[in-house]
């Protein structure tokens, strides 16, 4: 399948941009200026996440509207893993199948654990887009440079 494609503001950040791969009419979506309001079909849950998100992605001027639909679903994604969380607390992860004479069947994952699985995992992918895993995050600069008062600073300063 190959190496995902990267953004030719990522290629510029890694000094690894060839002009002759990029397109002459790449698509430059605005950044946006304000934090938006999440959608109102999002829960309490989903809605304390868009703000946490696109607090630091707007900070990182990383956010633009087309990103929007895609971090609500992300946001959804969440929720609907800790509203199974939530209910796996309370019952049980697994459910057990017994015969009428009170032999074990079969046992299963409990349809909560299996969407909290289903949910957490569209969630981690849709969060490595935006840079939001710890591994996501090593493949994207921001141009931020760091603090001068850090007594390492001098040691990770590249020539």
Known sequence: MGRPKLPTELKVLKGTLEKSRVLKDEMKPDK?????????????????????????????????????????VYCNEIQTYIECQEIIKNKSRVQTIKNPDGSLKSQNQSAYQRIANDSVM??????????????????????????????????????
């Open 32 to 72: 946006i200026t304000n934090i938006p309001y999440p959608p109102d079909w999002l829960g309490d849950v989903a809605k304390k996440e868009w703000y946490a998100i696109t607090k630091e992605l707007h900070k990182l001027k990383m956010l633009t509207n087309l990103d929007l639909s895609m971090l609500a």
């Open 122 to 159: 569209k969630a981690i992918k849709i969060a490595s887009e935006f840079g939001l895993t710890p591994a996501s995050r090593t493949r994207i600069g921001t141009g931020q440079i760091m603090d001068n008062d850090d007594p390492f600073v001098e040691f990770l300063k590249f020539k």
